[in-house]
T-cell receptor, first 112, second 112 residues
């Protein structure tokens, strides 16, 4: 069964600090991996997408990495801002049927 | 600007009642999806459609139905609401299979 595991479940950081979120998956055959940001009370919004051949993708202060051999991805947030407080969801797509497997998300709280 | 909307945003209903949640997108996307989001779980696929008159069951389809009579709309119906269907429901759409899915703002449904 295709699975996506995220860690930690939640974290609190001070404004201006960096943090890294982890995602491990067992989806096979692998097509692509996306990180979504979900603000409280809103729908998820795509941050990055990576295919098998890509190992790094940036979107402003967000940098995602992918190791397709170990089936791991990380999302690094640099110089966090209060607006980064949200849930970050790792989403993996399987080849052929393109069905999405969602992680449960990591809730990030940025404190002033 | 193109968008995807859901209504109502909040709904309280009683066990056994029929409930319909609306989803409308103006991107002219062929693919539309319904998910539910529960605490501690990733988003789970309820039903999806790849075009007009096409509907397919997802992993948690029991007790739900959809119909696709035009490109823009994919209403989700709970035939006889149960307390286990209390959740936040998200509609999403994408232009092609494997493309990024764009999510609506969600509907919070409470079944008493």
């Amino acid at each position: 069964k295709n699975q996506v595991e995220q860690s930690p479940q939640s974290l609190i950081i001070l404004e201006g600090k960096n943090c890294t979120l982890q995602c491990n998956y067992t989806v096979s055959p692998f097509s692509n991996l996306r990180w979504y940001k979900q603000d409280t009370g809103r729908g998820p919004v795509s941050l990055t997408i990576m295919t098998f051949s890509e190992n790094t993708k940036s979107n402003g202060r967000y940098t995602a990495t992918l190791d397709a051999d170990t089936k791991q991805s990380s999302l690094h947030i640099t110089a966090s801002q209060l607006s980064d407080s949200a849930s970050y969801i790792c989403v993996v797509s399987a080849m052929h049927d393109y069905k999405l497997s969602f992680g449960a998300g990591t809730t990030v709280t940025v404190r002033a | 600007d193109a968008e995807i909307t859901q209504s109502p945003r909040h709904k309280i209903t009683e066990t056994g009642r029929q409930v319909t949640l609306a989803c409308h997108q103006t991107w002219n996307h062929n693919n539309m999806f319904w998910y539910r989001q529960d605490l501690g779980h990733g988003l789970r696929l309820i039903h999806y459609s790849y075009g007009v008159q096409d509907t397919n069951k997802g992993e948690v389809s029991d007790g739900y139905s959809v119909s696709r009579s035009n490109t823009e709309d994919l209403p989700l119906t709970l035939e006889s609401a149960a307390s286990s269907q209390t959740s936040v429901y998200f509609c999403a759409s994408s232009e092609s299979l494997g493309d990024t899915q764009y999510f609506g703002p969600g509907t919070r449904l409470t079944v008493l």
